[in-house]
């Protein structure tokens, strides 16, 4: 079977433009690539039939025939071979589509398609370079000092988007020494900053500086609670209680210390107890990988026994860009590694993270390979009543810190430096960093908020040159026309503004009886949990606690976030509706809402994905390990698993979470801040064109003469468009 792509790559081959492409390259994602490329001969028919199939074309503006596959077919080959798409990406997809359609065919082919080498960092830095080069220009171009300092502020945002690379692993899973390599320093572990149990932020800075930040007193409070459920736990913080005065360090607002780096050795050493009273560290230094606007967080092992630093671990993960997960690869995959995994494949928003095996020289590259294969296929056994294809979401390295490290220290070779995997590392990272959904979401937005400047400012210059030339026509009274023309939009802010608060005060938020799905997930926890210790029993089967808790990460988690994610998409759904009407109806104020409305999106759906209480989720696990552990006859189990899980769903409240969240208040008071911008700029442009009317009545020959100047300006200003909308 030959597939359509296989056919007209042939047949087009010595006619192909590599530059014909989508005016949007990032308008599909991954999968939808790989379901074009997947449409052959055989089941054409059968993909027209389907509504997903018909959608990614309405995306494109095309039709769904024969031809408009071929060609979109090539495009996605000329944007693979241009590193717009990723080859391993593609070839994952493929792979999970095989289950529906035989992809063999394409699969060969894109394996030996050779590819365009791309630096996707220097791309990134290229594009914002180029629209910073455009802010200048327009900086220049200006009429007034408010849309001038709007563009300043707008340079130095983007100047400082950050990205934040997670870092997570056992104890002595390698973080300190894999991090040391990256660095080209050893930075962390050493005697003057020594490994430590706590959260570390390592950000960029231009002198080693240390701030740390204890724990406050509602913080420790549950610390303290949690510990009533975990003896290992209770037992640390007594013998704490009696070699620490801890009201010293545990406040009501939390207590914060700038220290020297040499000076951190004596508060967050893993040996020292002090530490445990820490919530995190912040670390700043002048590191070459760090300039990159990278951030990195080293997190405490997963084991913790302080289960609030896992907890605070998991909030830190959500907000980070990237995640590495580190596995000693002699050591293999543990069930902490097991457990940590699924979870992220399971309620991760990133769509793909890294393993790395550490110490990967202590092993051939056989046994690594069987590692790696061991460990998918774990993952796939736990994952086979959900969903094992997420497995594919999960990328592999393999490392050695030590040859990397004696390399800098001019102890290896460059054949060792290379064997190291670090710098393989490296170009991964960036290239991940700087072609993922952030990139994407940061020049999106920037180019918006240019283009809403731009024409701002050119609409300015065309209005004045419209004033001047029927000022030389002798038709002055067309100008004060022009003017309370001008003056009637305020009419239609005003009313905007009226409509938008009406529309606003009749808004609940939508919740989705939630309170009652909640109540149901707690029902089906507990009649999965008995139906296993029921099943153990009738085959005399010992109880596994691991299992046990897999039950209950998964069931609760994938309850919740389902319930989350119907709230976020009804939420979404019906505040894109609000701002689609409001556009269509005051179409003055489009370009206005459309700026910084995708920044605000994303806003809402980290802070509904966010919004999980994983505090009252560990010590319901707690709860459960114990009642499991207590041996007791399936009745009296079901009693208590029905006391702690009933208690544990009313603690995690997601309607008053939900409510704290105040989706639509966040959106009113988006509009508004649109609305207040709109009117500022507005009135910049009545005073500057009153000021040319002013002028042209007492006959200033100098704004007479500013004529072919303008001119000039709007010429150019309509090619900084042009190189704004062709810009990547």
Same mark, same amino acid.
């Given at each position: 079977?030959?597939?359509f792509?296989?056919?007209?790559?042939?047949?087009n081959?010595?006619?192909?433009d590599?530059?014909?492409?989508?005016?949007?390259?990032?308008?599909?994602?991954?999968?939808?690539?790989?379901?074009?490329?997947?449409?052959?001969?055989?089941?054409?028919?059968?993909y027209?039939?389907?509504?997903?199939?018909?959608?990614?074309?309405?995306?494109?503006?095309?039709?769904?025939?024969?031809?408009?596959?071929?060609?979109?077919?090539?495009?996605?080959i000329?944007?693979?071979?241009?590193?717009?798409?990723?080859?391993?990406?593609?070839?994952?997809?493929?792979?999970?589509?095989?289950?529906?359609?035989?992809?063999?065919?394409?699969?060969?082919?894109?394996?030996?398609?050779?590819?365009?080498?791309?630096?996707?960092?220097?791309?990134?830095?290229?594009?914002?370079?180029?629209?910073?080069?455009?802010?200048?220009?327009?900086?220049?171009?200006s009429?007034?000092?408010?849309?001038?300092?709007?563009?300043?502020?707008?340079?130095?945002k983007?100047?400082?988007?950050?990205?934040?690379?997670?870092?997570?692993?056992?104890?002595?899973?390698?973080?300190?020494?894999l991090?040391?390599?990256?660095?080209?320093?050893?930075?962390?572990?050493?005697?003057?900053?020594?490994?430590?149990?706590?959260?570390t932020?390592?950000?960029?800075?231009?002198?080693?500086?240390?701030?740390?930040?204890?724990?406050?007193?509602? @913080?420790?409070?549950?610390?303290?609670?949690?510990?009533?459920?975990?003896?290992?736990?209770?037992?640390?913080?007594? @013998?704490?209680?009696?070699?620490?005065?801890?009201?010293?360090?545990?406040?009501?607002?939390?207590?914060?210390?700038?220290?020297?780096?040499?000076?951190?050795?004596?508060?967050?050493?893993?040996?020292?107890?002090?530490?445990?009273?820490i919530?995190?560290?912040?670390?700043?230094?002048?590191?070459?990988?760090?300039?990159?606007?990278?951030?990195?967080?080293?997190?405490?092992?997963?084991?913790?026994?302080?289960?609030?630093?896992?907890i605070?671990?998991?909030?830190?993960?959500?907000?980070?860009d990237?995640?590495?997960?580190?596995?000693?690869?002699?050591?293999?995959?543990?069930?902490?590694?097991?457990e940590?995994?699924?979870?992220?494949?399971?309620?991760?928003r990133?769509s793909?993270?890294?393993?790395?095996?550490?110490?990967?020289?202590?092993?051939?590259?056989s046994?690594?390979?069987?590692?790696?294969?061991?460990?998918?296929?774990?993952?796939?056994?736990?994952?086979?009543?959900?969903?094992?294809?997420?497995?594919?979401?999960?990328?592999?390295?393999?490392?050695?810190?030590?040859?990397?490290s004696?390399?800098?220290?001019?102890?290896?070779?460059?054949e060792?430096?290379?064997?190291?995997?670090?710098?393989?590392?490296?170009?991964?990272?960036?290239?991940?960093?700087?072609?993922?959904?952030?990139?994407?979401?940061?020049?999106?937005?920037?180019?918006?908020?240019?283009?809403?400047?731009?024409?701002?400012?050119?609409?300015?210059?065309?209005?004045?040159?419209?004033?001047?030339?029927?000022?030389?026509?002798?038709?002055?009274?067309k100008?004060?026309?022009?003017?309370?023309?001008?003056?009637?939009?305020?009419?239609?802010?005003?009313?905007?503004?009226?409509?938008?608060?009406?529309?606003?005060?009749?808004?609940?938020?939508? @919740?989705?009886?939630?309170?009652?799905?909640?109540?149901?997930?707690?029902?089906?926890?507990?009649?999965?949990?008995?139906?296993?210790?029921?099943?153990?029993k009738?085959?005399?089967?010992?109880?596994?606690?691991?299992?046990i808790?897999?039950?209950?990460?998964?069931?609760?988690?994938?309850?919740?976030?389902?319930?989350?994610?119907?709230?976020k998409?009804?939420?979404?759904?019906?505040?894109?509706?609000?701002?689609?009407?409001?556009?269509?109806?005051?179409?003055?104020?489009?370009?206005?809402?459309?700026?910084?409305?995708?920044?605000?999106?994303?806003?809402?759906?980290?802070?509904? @994905?966010?919004?999980?209480?994983?505090?009252?989720?560990?010590?319901?696990?707690?709860?459960?390990?114990n009642?499991?552990?207590?041996?007791?006859?399936i009745?009296?189990?079901?009693?208590?698993?029905?006391?702690?899980?009933?208690?544990?769903?009313?603690?995690?409240?997601?309607?008053?979470?939900?409510?704290?969240?105040?989706?639509?208040?966040?959106?009113?008071?988006?509009?508004?801040?649109?609305?207040?911008?709109?009117?500022?700029?507005?009135?910049?442009?009545l005073?500057?064109?009153?000021?040319?009317?002013?002028?042209?009545?007492?006959?200033?020959?100098?704004?007479?003469?500013?004529?072919?100047?303008?001119?000039?300006?709007?010429?150019?200003?309509?090619?900084?468009?042009e190189?704004?909308?062709?810009?990547?």
């Open positions: 079977m030959q597939t792509l296989e056919k007209i790559w042939q047949d081959l010595q006619f192909l590599f530059n014909a492409n989508f005016e949007d390259k990032n308008i599909l994602d991954v999968s939808e690539f790989a379901i074009i490329l997947s449409t052959n001969s055989n089941n054409y028919e059968r027209f039939l389907l509504n997903e199939f018909k959608d990614i074309f309405k995306k494109l503006n095309l039709r769904v025939d024969i031809f408009n596959i071929q060609q979109v077919q090539l495009c996605c000329n944007l693979l071979k241009s590193g717009f798409i990723d080859k391993n990406d593609l070839l994952k997809a493929l792979k999970i589509l095989e289950k529906i359609s035989d992809t063999s065919l394409v699969i060969t082919f894109i394996e030996n398609i050779k590819l365009e080498e791309i630096d996707k960092q220097a791309l990134f830095k290229a594009n914002f370079k180029e629209l910073d080069a455009i802010n200048l220009e327009l900086q220049n171009l009429l007034n000092h408010d849309a001038k300092q709007r563009l300043q502020n707008s340079l130095q983007f100047k400082d988007l950050e990205f934040n690379i997670a870092i997570t692993g056992v104890m002595n899973a390698g973080k300190s020494s991090l040391n390599a990256l660095l080209k320093e050893d930075f962390l572990g050493t005697s003057n900053i020594p490994e430590t149990a706590n959260l932020v390592l950000r960029y800075g231009n002198e080693n500086k240390a701030k740390i930040y204890f724990w406050n007193q509602k @913080e420790w409070e549950n610390i303290l609670k949690s510990s009533q459920y975990n003896k290992e736990l209770q037992k640390f913080v007594d @013998e704490l209680s009696q070699d620490i005065n801890i009201k010293d360090y545990i406040k009501d607002g939390g207590l914060t210390q700038e220290i020297e780096t040499k000076d951190l050795k004596n508060f967050s050493s893993a040996k020292n107890k002090l530490s445990a009273l919530k995190k560290i912040e670390l700043k230094s002048k590191l070459d990988f760090l300039q990159n606007n990278i951030c990195i967080v080293d997190t405490p092992g997963l084991d913790d026994v302080v289960v609030q630093r896992e605070l671990t998991k909030e830190y993960i959500k907000e980070s990237f995640l590495i997960h580190l596995m000693n690869a002699s050591q293999s995959l543990t069930q902490k590694d097991l940590f995994l699924i979870n992220c494949l399971l309620n991760s990133l793909k993270f890294l393993v790395v095996l550490t110490k990967a020289d202590l092993l051939s590259e046994d690594l390979k069987e590692v790696i294969n061991y460990t998918k296929q774990s993952l796939r056994q736990n994952l086979k009543d959900l969903d094992e294809n997420l497995v594919e979401n999960i990328d592999f390295l393999c490392v050695s810190s030590k040859k990397a004696d390399f800098y220290r001019g102890l290896e070779n460059e060792a430096f290379k064997q190291s995997g670090i710098k393989e590392l490296e170009t991964y990272l960036f290239n991940e960093l700087y072609s993922g959904q952030k990139s994407k979401i940061a020049l999106n937005a920037y180019k918006k908020e240019l283009m809403l400047e731009l024409n701002k400012l050119l609409d300015e210059y065309e209005m004045q040159n419209k004033l001047i030339k029927e000022s030389k026509e002798g038709i002055n009274i100008n004060k026309q022009l003017l309370l023309e001008f003056k009637e939009e305020q009419k239609e802010l005003t009313k905007a503004k009226e409509e938008i608060n009406a529309t606003f005060l009749k808004l609940d938020n939508i @919740e989705n009886g939630i309170e009652n799905l909640v109540l149901l997930l707690a029902k089906k926890l507990k009649e999965r949990l008995i139906d296993e210790l029921k099943y153990l009738s085959k005399s089967l010992k109880a596994n606690l691991n299992r808790l897999s039950i209950v990460d998964i069931t609760t988690k994938d309850g919740i976030n389902d319930i989350l994610r119907d709230v998409f009804e939420n979404l759904k019906r505040i894109s509706e609000l701002k689609q009407s409001l556009s269509l109806k005051y179409e003055f104020l489009q370009d206005d809402f459309d700026s910084g409305f995708d920044e605000f999106k994303e806003g809402i759906s980290r802070a509904i @994905e966010n919004i999980f209480d994983n505090e009252n989720f560990s010590i319901l696990r707690m709860q459960i390990s009642i499991v552990q207590e041996k007791a006859d009745f009296t189990m079901e009693v208590k698993f029905d006391e702690c899980i009933n208690e544990s769903f009313k603690n995690f409240n997601l309607k008053k979470l939900l409510e704290n969240l105040n989706i639509n208040q966040n959106f009113y008071e988006f509009l508004n801040k649109k609305l207040s911008q709109y009117e500022i700029s507005q009135k910049e442009k005073h500057n064109l009153s000021a040319v009317i002013s002028s042209l009545e007492s006959e200033n020959s100098k704004t007479l003469n500013s004529y072919d100047e303008n001119l000039e300006k709007i010429s150019r200003l309509t090619q900084l468009k190189d704004l909308l062709n810009a990547n």
